[in-house]
């Protein structure tokens, strides 16, 4: 008995899941791994479209900016040049050499799923939207690179054209992207299975089954297969879809029908 005979059984026959119990314990631990990778796909390739689409809004906005160049610790525009707010699907840009906004304008710009990024006089700063996400994984949402420490000394407007038309997501960031995702996605499955297997578990106990804790928690790791690929395909289809109820639920279903085959104990007599 292997991973991928009881994956191919968690498609076709479900009532043989109950083999999953003589699995090894680190075996069910990586399948929980592939099961992740799975559930991580949709949302990756969402990611991935967003960069396109800040990339892709950046070289708009890229071809609207007036000549500057960041000296000195400042931001010099050309004299006819003047501010101003261009705003995007993903972002909400800010050119202000004048020095009339501030981090906190920048911030208070970001709505939905927006970006905002801002060259100030004396900074610049970046705005992530308030979904929680940038705190847990960055510690922060917004950030200032002040030009007076250098980072940015010497750019200008050609430049940034020019780095904004050749810029290609390299392969090292589409794979840190992947694992920040697979990360929350891997904890998050392991609290719906944990779930699952106290609600197996009872009713295991309940059918007078001869199963332990762990035994229900290897059978509805496998048992999660089918909702775990159905509720990938639904994602790819409706990227807001929550799919802990469907995984919970259709995974729980699938236990009962792989515990047919599964011996029972003799009830007591009286």
């Known amino acids: 008995m292997n991973s991928f005979t009881l994956f191919k059984r968690s498609l076709f026959q479900i009532t043989e899941l109950n083999q999953a119990k003589k699995m090894p314990f680190w075996k069910v631990i990586l399948y929980v791994v592939f099961l992740s990778i ?17 990339k892709n809004d950046g070289q708009k906005i890229a071809a609207k900016l007036p000549e500057f160049e ?7 525009a050309a ?10 699907n993903s972002i909400i840009f800010t050119f ?21 990024l801002g060259f100030l006089q004396d900074e610049f700063v970046i705005a992530l939207p308030n979904s929680g996400a940038a705190d847990s994984l960055l510690g922060a949402n917004q950030f200032e690179v002040p030009y007076a420490k250098g980072a940015l000394d010497g750019l200008n407007s050609q430049d940034l054209k020019q780095g904004l038309d050749e810029a290609s997501v390299p392969f090292w960031i589409k794979l840190i992207v992947f694992v920040f995702t ?18 197996a578990n009872l009713y295991s106990k309940i059918r007078l089954y001869k199963l332990r804790f762990i035994d229900c928690l290897k059978i509805t790791t496998y048992s999660a297969t089918l909702p775990v690929i159905v509720s990938s395909v639904l994602h790819f289809i409706n990227q807001s879809f929550d799919d802990s109820f469907l995984i919970v639920f259709a995974s729980l279903l699938i236990f009962f029908f792989a515990l047919r ?3 029972r104990q003799i009830p007591p007599l009286a």
Do not use: W
């Open 38 to 54: 799975i559930l991580a796909l949709p949302i990756t390739k969402q990611i991935f479209s967003i960069m396109q689409d800040i």
């Open 70 to 76: 960041i000296t000195n610790g400042k931001l010099h």
């Open 79 to 88: 004299s006819n040049a003047e501010g101003f707010i261009y705003q995007t």
């Open 96 to 116: 202000d050499p004048d020095g009339k906004r501030t981090l906190s304008d920048v911030t208070a710009d970001s709505v939905g799923n927006a970006v905002s």
């Open 182 to 199: 697979l990360y929350p996605t891997f904890i998050n499955l392991i609290i719906n299975l944990l779930m699952i297997t106290i609600g």
């Open 261 to 263: 085959n599964e011996e």
